[in-house]
T-cell receptor
Framework: ETGVTQSPTHLIKTRGQQVTLRCSSQSGHNTVSWYQQALGQGPQFIFQYYREEENGRGNFPPRFSGLQFPNYSSELNVNALELDDSALYLC????????????FGPGTRLLVL | KQEVTQIPAALSVPEGENLVLNCSFTDSAIYNLQWFRQDPGKGLTSLLLIQSSQREQTSGRLNASLDKSSGRSTLYIAASQPGDSATYLCAVTPTVRGGETSGSRLTFGEGTQLTVNP
């Protein structure tokens, strides 16, 4: 157990809908990163939030957006869902220094029909 | 652009074997390299983290080495057990630039799916 929790665990949506995924960071961690992992692939970096500000973004379109709250929990929002958005979405928390290991949550499995 | 490759993609071995998983990366400007374990449908568990200045790290039956100049890392698993069956992922963190918080974005390989048969 890493202390990072995500909700919901599974989700089914249809194309064009919007979805919000949630992540609760490990206590004391002020940085959260989101990753998308398609079946059989390694995770791909979506973006990172540090003290409520976006701090780096991967190669994902603007319909992927996020928020980090004062308690350092976080949301990932995806608008206009596409079939290729079907994946496991992972969040990871850390203290923000590169020396630290990132602690991953169990993920949210999203299926877009 | 950093690319991480893992070989083999899948590996099946009998219990008790010693085995080696390979990871290579194209850009040697890394801050650290990590090995993770992922059980089916689950999140990632960090196994070992090697700083760029280090050559290896050990934890129990696991030993990871890093050769930054050649862009290679290996994960050695001694005396494999059925409970070791999982996907093993390696990931690199880019070098921190100046004093800014560059963010610990990880670039992952596609993983090696390991099956240890009783």
């Amino acid at each position: 157990e890493t202390g990072v929790t995500q909700s919901p665990t599974h989700l089914i949506k249809t194309r064009g809908q919007q979805v919000t995924l949630r992540c609760s960071s490990q206590s004391g961690h002020n940085t959260v990163s989101w990753y998308q992992q398609a079946l059989g692939q390694g995770p791909q970096f979506i973006f990172q939030y540090y003290r409520e500000e976006e701090n780096g973004r991967g190669n994902f379109p603007p319909r992927f957006s996020g928020l980090q709250f004062p308690n350092y929990s976080s949301e990932l929002n995806v608008n206009a869902l596409e079939l290729d958005d079907s994946a496991l979405y992972l969040c990871a928390s850390s203290t923000g220094t590169d020396q630290e290991t990132q602690y991953f949550g169990p993920g949210t499995r999203l299926l877009v029909l | 652009k950093q690319e991480v490759t893992q070989i083999p993609a899948a590996l099946s071995v009998p219990e008790g074997e010693n085995l080696v998983l390979n990871c290579s990366f194209t850009d040697s400007a890394i801050y650290n390299l990590q090995w993770f374990r992922q059980d089916p449908g689950k999140g990632l568990t960090s196994l070992l983290l090697i700083q760029s200045s280090q050559r290896e790290q050990t934890s129990g039956r696991l030993n990871a080495s890093l050769d930054k100049s050649s862009g290679r890392s290996t994960l050695y698993i001694a005396a494999s057990q059925p409970g070791d069956s999982a996907t093993y992922l390696c990931a690199v963190t880019p070098t921190v630039r100046g004093g800014e918080t560059s963010g610990s974005r990880l670039t992952f390989g596609e993983g090696t799916q390991l099956t240890v048969n009783p």
